[in-house]
Antibody, heavy 120, light 109 residues
Framework: QVQLVQSGAEVKKPGASVKVSCKAS????????MHWVRQAPGQGLEWMGI????????SYAQKFQGRVTMTRDTSTSTVYMELSSLRSEDTAVYYC?????????????WGQGTMVTVSS | EIVLTQSPGTLSLSPGERATLSCRAS???????LAWYQQKPGQAPRLLIY???SRATGIPDRFSGSGSGTDFTLTISRLEPEDFAVYYC??????????FGQGTKVEIK
């Protein structure tokens, strides 16, 4: 079945970097854009950026420009989100989500989420 | 950047009642690019409605979406126990950034 499986929880110190993976299965990896969305504890959803798994092009929310890098590995159908210079405010659940052009580009499949905790 | 404002923040209703959730945009949104998601505690969001009014696969017909321009509505005709959750609207135009509303919590009265 179509699914996105993310890597496990991470605990990082302020100033460090974290790299979260999202492995796709059940569909043609290069045919669907992938987004990253995060959710701080008790808060709403925040869009971080998008990657085109086919060519690797990316676009990031201005808030994260310079700190976030999204990459992909087509050989393993995996996308990655790396966030650097972590601070306590980056503590959140990070989700990957597939965009589907078949349904007006909505996010139809989501990963299970990866909790990233930033603490000294 | 388009800002989405959802109201009310919390909706307290009983099972069987009708729920009406509002999402207002700071500027006009193409109806093709307005979605609603449901999120339960500890779970990822789930797509309910796309294109403002089309139900996603497997979504019961008690969920319906409507609206255009800057005003959109999600209606749950008769609340079932599993519908108590947080609901987010999202606009996802042809170019980033996509934005989400701050959410409406539907809680049991």
């Amino acid at each position: 079945q179509v699914q996105l499986v993310q890597s496990g929880a991470e605990v990082k110190k302020p100033g460090a970097s974290v790299k979260v993976s999202c492995k796709a299965s059940g569909y043609t990896f290069t045919s669907y854009y992938m987004h990253w969305v995060r959710q701080a504890p008790g808060q709403g959803l925040e869009w971080m950026g998008i990657i085109n798994p086919s060519g690797g092009s990316t676009s990031y929310a201005q808030k994260f420009q310079g700190r976030v890098t999204m990459t992909r590995d087509t050989s393993t159908s995996t996308v990655y989100m790396e966030l650097s210079s972590l601070r306590s405010e980056d503590t959140a659940v990070y989700y990957c989500a597939r965009e589907s052009s078949w349904i007006s580009n909505a996010f139809d499949i989501w990963g299970q989420g990866t909790m990233v905790t930033v603490s000294s | 950047e388009i800002v989405l404002t959802q109201s009310p923040g919390t909706l307290s209703l009983s099972p069987g009642e009708r729920a009406t959730l509002s999402c207002r945009a700071s500027q006009s949104v193409s109806s093709s690019y307005l979605a609603w998601y449901q999120q339960k505690p500890g779970q990822a969001p789930r797509l309910l409605i796309y294109g403002a009014s089309s139900r996603a696969t497997g979504i019961p017909d008690r969920f319906s979406g409507s609206g255009s321009g800057t005003d959109f509505t999600l209606t749950i005709s008769r609340l079932e126990p599993e519908d108590f959750a947080v609901y987010y609207c999202q606009q996802y135009g042809s170019s980033p950034p996509q934005t989400f509303g701050q959410g409406t919590k539907v809680e049991i009265k």
